[in-house]
């Protein structure tokens, strides 16, 4: 006769072995995950090893390109803006290394440049764009007119591309310069800008800026310097808008003037002047725009080419 006691331990052997076998499995089960795993992430860690192998060696190949660019930049645009004269415009981000070795090059290429105007970060604050046009109109000297658009931007692009322009018609100064250091000076109590100790107007301008906008109101700011420099393109014989990579993008103001059909073509874009190619870039499309031609010219995806055609 079966006891109770048989029953209750022959239950406890089954509810045993099941419990003795969930846990072999599991460790066999465990052995062959952790396995896996350790096989995934040496996998992973191979991959990650070959990708910065591969992004050190095209640093590599991008520095040496960068030097020979540098090396080789004045020789390529030596003459091309010869007996040319070049003022230079600055916005708050442009990287001072791209402006001297820019204007380094725009000298190489036989361009006289007649000085450097900063524009401050108040200038493309959208929050300050009423105090800037109200300053471009009650600035502007007699006998000048600003354009009929109303937007801070054009305004003054208007008003500072008759001081620091030289009319293409007749190629005389467009003001006096007393006017000159007045307005200057207004703008500057103002805070919009920062003047060198004399500038003189040019035939022709480049607006150098650093890469894309950032923060709130970045689209409006990149608005405000991309209509700026279209501006400043109708009131002398040419201008290049030349910034940083990323200044192509859709907040950047390359970008803005990119999108615009009838500011890109007469405003020559140039959106890598970081490098040593993008710098002589911006020179040649200088060089194009006192020959009446516009382009756009990078790495940027918006862009058309990455130098202007070699004419002739």
């Known amino acids: 006769m079966i006891s109770l006691r048989y029953h209750v331990i022959s239950i406890a052997a089954v509810f045993l072995a099941l419990a003795l076998g969930v846990v072999l499995g599991s460790t066999a089960i465990s052995d062959r995950l952790l396995s ?3 096989s995934n992430r040496d996998d992973l860690g191979r991959q990650v090893s070959d990708l910065q192998a591969e992004r050190n060696a ?14 080789v930049g ?34 190489s290429a036989g361009a006289t440049v007649t000085g450097e105007l900063q524009l401050t970060d108040a200038f493309t604050d959208p929050s300050r764009s009423d105090q800037l046009s109200e300053l471009s109109t009650r600035l ?33 100064a467009q003001a006096t310069p007393a006017e000159t250091t007045a307005v200057l000076a207004g703008l ?5 800008v920062h003047a060198g ?26 608005g405000i310097l991309a209509r700026f420099a279209t501006q400043l393109d109708h009131a002398g014989e040419g201008a290049v808008l030349a910034g940083r990579s990323g200044s192509a993008d859709g907040n950047g103001p390359i970008g803005v003037v990119r999108a615009d059909t009838a500011a890109a073509s ?6 890598d002047v970081n490098t040593a190619a993008g710098r002589v870039v911006s020179v040649l499309a200088l060089a194009e725009q006192a020959q009446g031609r516009a382009g756009r010219y990078g790495t940027g995806g918006n862009a058309q080419a990455m130098v202007p055609a070699i004419q002739g």
């Open 36 to 38: 896996g795993l350790s």
């Open 58 to 71: 095209l640093n590599a190949q991008l520095a040496n390109a960068d030097v020979f660019g540098a090396a």
């Open 74 to 107: 004045p020789r390529i645009v030596s003459g091309a803006l010869r007996g040319r004269s070049v003022v230079l415009v600055t916005t708050a981000d442009a990287a001072p290394a791209d402006r001297d070795a820019l204007t380094g090059l725009l000298r």
């Open 140 to 172: 502007l000297p007699a006998g000048l007119r600003l354009p009929t658009a109303s937007d801070a931007g054009t305004l003054a692009g208007g008003l500072l591309g008759s001081l620091l322009l030289i009319n293409p018609n007749n190629g005389k």
């Open 188 to 192: 500057g109590d103002g805070g919009f």
């Open 197 to 222: 100790p004399r500038i003189l107007p040019a035939q022709l301008v480049v607006v150098l800026t650093g890469g894309a906008s950032r923060g709130n109101g970045s689209g409006d700011r990149a």
């Open 266 to 271: 007469v405003l020559s874009t140039v959106d």
